[in-house]
């Protein structure tokens, strides 16, 4: 267990519907981030907070938001999905902005019909 | 472009023999190199890092790496396969981004140990 929780574990949803991710990062950390993991993408780096504030961007989507909160859980936010947005979404978390270690959770599958 | 790769998509190894799975990378400056092991259905799990300092890297369940800056490899290794080892393996990298680092990945090598 990586300590790094993520909720829900499973979504199912329909096409142009918007979904919640949440995160909550290990005990300490401040650095939270988000990536896609897709069959034909691979690991994608979507996007980083740290300590409530975005410090790096990867290939995130402009349909899709993420923030962080004063009590250092994150939310990941998915709008007018299509069919290709289905895949694996992780948050990880590190203590430090630098992320020379990063832990990550098991995942919230997304499955858009 | 500064990147990391896995040449291999699959590799296959006898239980008890040992393992080789390849990295390589291209990153301007001094790269910070990882590798992460995922199960099926789990999450990733950080097996090891190189950061500085010894080109040799152990890591978690027997896994070690070497650092081979003439190569710009990050091989990750293990002297004797057990069957559950097998799962999907990362190699990662930290690359700076105008000062702002996120962690980069391959694109997975997957190790099936046969019996």
């Known amino acids: 267990d990586s300590g790094v929780t993520q909720t829900p574990k499973h979504l199912i949803t329909a096409t142009g519907q918007r979904v919640t991710l949440r995160c909550s990062p290990r005990?300490?950390?401040?650095?939270v981030y988000w990536y896609q993991q897709s069959l034909d993408q691979g690991l994608q780096f979507l996007i980083q907070y740290y300590n409530g504030e975005e410090r790096a961007k990867g290939n995130i989507l402009e349909r899709f938001s993420a923030q962080q909160f004063p009590d250092l859980h994150s939310e990941l936010n998915l709008s007018s999905l299509e069919l290709g947005d289905s895949a694996l979404y992780f948050c990880?978390?590190?203590?430090?902005?630098?992320?020379?270690?990063?832990?990550f959770g098991e995942g919230s599958w997304l499955t858009v019909v | 472009a500064q990147s990391v790769a896995q040449p291999e998509d699959q590799v296959n190894v006898a239980e008890g023999n040992p393992l080789t799975v390849k990295c390589t990378y291209s990153v301007s400056g001094n790269p910070y190199l990882f590798w992460y092991v995922q199960y099926p259905n789990r999450g990733l799990q950080f097996l090891l890092k190189y950061i500085t300092g010894d080109n040799l890297v152990k890591g978690s369940y027997g896994f070690e790496a070497e650092f081979n800056k003439s190569q710009t490899s990050f091989h990750l290794k293990k002297p004797s396969a057990l069957v559950s080892d097998s799962a999907l393996y990362f190699c990662?990298?930290?690359?700076?981004?105008?000062?702002?680092?996120?962690?980069?990945f391959g694109s997975g090598t997957r190790l099936q140990v046969q019996p």
């Open positions: 005990s300490g950390d401040l650095s």
């Open positions: 990880a978390s590190s203590p430090t902005p630098s992320g020379n270690t990063i832990y």
């Open positions: 990662a990298v930290i690359i700076m981004d105008t000062g702002r680092r996120a962690l980069t």
